[in-house]
């Protein structure tokens, strides 16, 4: 059902004239998602990073968005750097939790949203709120903790005081082989478990594992790239708290 709403949404969009697209529906500003995710928390995709042990699933979101990353010369002398990244992030879990497709969906969505992000831009509320994903529930992006730039997650659009929490990488892997690569032709940019070391820490997360990712990579040398630029991307996290 996802692949063929989406794959719908991809078909349409090419043939539609500029004029006969349609904004995206309004959005929420206050979203309250399910509270207990403990069927979906048995679905967590496992891999070799540290497993989330004596923590409590608290929202499983989508991130669609673009990491970004600059070159101080377009050579091949140097590593590309990043300022971070940037992606509004969608409720997923309380639709997943206990829907007998969940498995299927987990393995999937992000590919299927980076296609379209791509190809569809338009598109991505219509065909997101054909599945249940519509709610925007916060944002990711990167802030200055003590003079570090230091991922984020603030579930925004939740009534205030909203949960957020500051993290470090403590944790990587490659993404398997089978996920999604970017339009530059890179594999996927790794899967990341994330926790609170310093900075905000408020509404009962302090943990995030970066999952099933699709696109987002960044070449291995700035040989003629730009100083900055932006490579979209589509990644699962699945947000931990106390329990």
């Known amino acids: 059902m996802l692949f063929s709403t989406i794959t719908t949404a991809l078909l349409f969009a090419a043939s539609a004239s500029p004029a006969a697209a349609r904004p995206p529906p309004p959005r929420p500003q206050q979203h309250a998602p399910a509270k207990n995710l403990d069927k979906l928390a048995s679905l967590f995709p496992h891999s070799n990073l540290s497993a989330p042990n004596d923590l409590t699933l608290k929202y499983v979101v989508l991130g669609i968005g673009t990491q970004n990353y600059t070159c101080e010369t377009p050579d091949g002398s140097m590593a590309p750097g990043t300022t ?100 530059n032709g890179l594999p996927a940019v790794q899967w990341l478990y994330l926790q609170h070391k310093a900075g905000v820490s408020q509404g009962g997360i302090n943990t995030v594992y970066r999952v099933e990712t699709a696109g987002g990579n960044k070449p291995a040398t700035c040989k003629g790239m730009p100083a900055s630029w932006e490579v979209k991307y589509a990644a699962q996290y699945w947000i931990f708290g106390p329990k």
């Not at 309380?94 to 980076?114: E, H, Q």
């Not at 992006?141 to 991922?151: E, I, K, L, Y």
């Open 84 to 183: 971070g990244a940037f992606a509004t992030l969608y409720d997923i879990g309380s639709r997943l939790n206990g829907s007998p497709d969940a498995k299927g969906m987990i393995a999937s969505i992000s590919s299927l949203a980076l296609s379209l992000y791509e190809w569809a831009p338009d598109y991505i509320s219509t065909c997101l709120q054909g599945q249940g994903f519509q709610d925007v529930v916060g944002h990711h992006f990167f802030a200055n903790v003590n003079g570090t730039s230091t991922p984020t997650f603030a579930l925004d659009h939740m009534v205030a005081p909203y949960p957020m929490t500051q993290v470090a990488k403590m944790g990587a892997i490659d993404a398997p082989a089978g996920a999604t690569p970017g339009t």
